[in-house]
């Protein structure tokens, strides 16, 4: 299969979508998926300690566990208005990894998650080419019964990171 998903001339790059299965979660009223494999674990609402001189999205890090993780705020990320937080509000911790290194852990701000779900292949859709600059970040849509899941490549969604903020995570 290497690396990809093919169906029906569709493809969908990343192999953490070869299992189909995907963490669903809210920000504003869209709901969004990152590939299952790609996550560590989900936490609730921390203290985060800011840094100088980051990205607005780049809220700071949090000591998990005696580990220090950067934490991005996914609505700003996506140039949607920020929002209060809430006893809804978790952070969802990611691996993301570059091309030889080890896995680095990110925390993602999400405003609620949902649930775990399954996107077989032919709920899988690529992603609209109206998408504009956010399209780099959508690896596709899941076709689900009564809705849509947009589904992240998280991997580019933090790959624009500063690699000394993600060195600092290592």
Same mark, same amino acid.
């Given at each position: 299969?290497?690396?990809?998903?093919?169906?029906?001339?569709?493809?969908?790059?990343?192999? %953490?979508?070869?299992?189909?299965?995907?963490?669903?979660?809210?920000?504003?009223?869209?709901?969004?998926?990152?590939?299952?494999?790609?996550?560590?674990?989900?936490?609730?609402?921390?203290?985060?300690?800011?840094?100088?001189?980051?990205?607005?999205?780049?809220?700071?890090?949090?000591?998990?566990?005696?580990?220090?993780?950067?934490?991005?705020?996914?609505?700003?990320?996506?140039?949607? %208005?920020?929002?209060?937080?809430?006893?809804?509000?978790?952070?969802?911790?990611?691996?993301?990894?570059?091309?030889?290194?080890?896995?680095?852990?990110?925390?993602?701000?999400?405003?609620?998650?949902?649930?775990?779900? %399954?996107?077989?292949?032919?709920?899988?859709?690529?992603?609209?080419?109206?998408?504009?600059?956010?399209?780099?970040?959508?690896?596709?849509?899941?076709?689900?019964?009564?809705?849509?899941?947009?589904?992240?490549?998280?991997?580019?969604?933090?790959?624009?990171?500063?690699? %000394?903020?993600?060195?600092?995570?290592?």
């Amino acid at each position: 299969m290497n690396g990809t998903i093919e169906h029906k001339g569709k493809t969908a790059g990343a192999t %953490a979508f070869a299992s189909n299965k995907f963490l669903s979660f809210y920000l504003s009223k869209e709901e969004y998926g990152i590939a299952i494999l790609k996550v560590r674990e989900i936490i609730g609402m921390v203290d985060v300690t800011p840094l100088p001189r980051t990205p607005e999205f780049v809220r700071g890090v949090i000591n998990l566990r005696g580990k220090i993780i950067p934490v991005i705020d996914l609505r700003r990320k996506f140039g949607m %208005a920020p929002a209060d937080y809430t006893n809804e509000t978790c952070i969802v911790v990611v691996d993301v990894g570059r091309e030889g290194e080890t896995a680095v852990q990110v925390g993602c701000i999400v405003d609620t998650v949902s649930e775990v779900l %399954a996107v077989d292949l032919e709920q899988f859709e690529p992603a609209p080419r109206c998408a504009n600059a956010a399209g780099d970040y959508i690896a596709g849509l899941g076709k689900l019964k009564d809705r849509v899941l947009i589904l992240l490549d998280i991997e580019k969604v933090i790959g624009d990171l500063d690699p %000394a903020l993600l060195g600092q995570a290592a």
